[in-house]
């Protein structure tokens, strides 16, 4: 398995980024994808996670309004939609996965770094 992370980069605080996630592997339709992000000296936290088989979304409060998660199948793809960006969105961005079909995923395990068996490089995002 291969993810592959790219659209980070520098905005002003309201503006947006669209983050990607290039995923390998012949299992990806039975995958719980998920971005997570973290600022230097901080932990590692989850944005949003998305369940590939039926779609079912997960947003963290923090960014929920802002945020969205969505995929493309036909290029085994997810995306995080970042608008009105602020100061403290700032940090490396990571996509990560792990294999969940057919258990149903919780809130707290798709939000969950230690939920994921496959990690991204990451992106870095900064927001002044």
């Known amino acids: 398995v291969q993810l592959v992370e790219s659209g980070g980069g520098s905005v002003q605080a309201g503006g947006s980024l669209r983050l990607s996630c290039a995923a390998s592997?012949?299992?990806?339709?039975?995958?719980?994808m998920g971005w997570f992000r973290q600022a230097p000296g901080k932990e590692r936290e989850g944005a949003a996670a998305?369940?590939?088989?039926?779609?079912?979304?997960y947003t963290a409060d923090a960014v929920k309004g802002r945020f969205t998660i969505s995929q493309d199948n036909t290029k085994n793809t997810v995306f995080l939609q970042m608008n009105n960006l602020k100061p403290e969105d700032s940090g490396m961005y990571y996509c990560?996965?792990?294999?969940?079909?057919?258990?149903?995923?919780?809130?707290?395990?798709?939000?969950?770094?230690?939920?994921?068996?496959?990690w991204g490089q990451g992106t870095q995002v900064t927001v002044s």
């Open positions: 998305i369940v590939i088989r039926d779609g079912r979304t």
């Open positions: 990560a996965a792990v294999g969940v079909f057919p258990l149903y995923v919780s809130f707290s395990e798709a939000l969950g770094s230690p939920f994921y068996s496959y």
């Open positions: 592997g012949s299992t990806y339709g039975s995958w719980c």
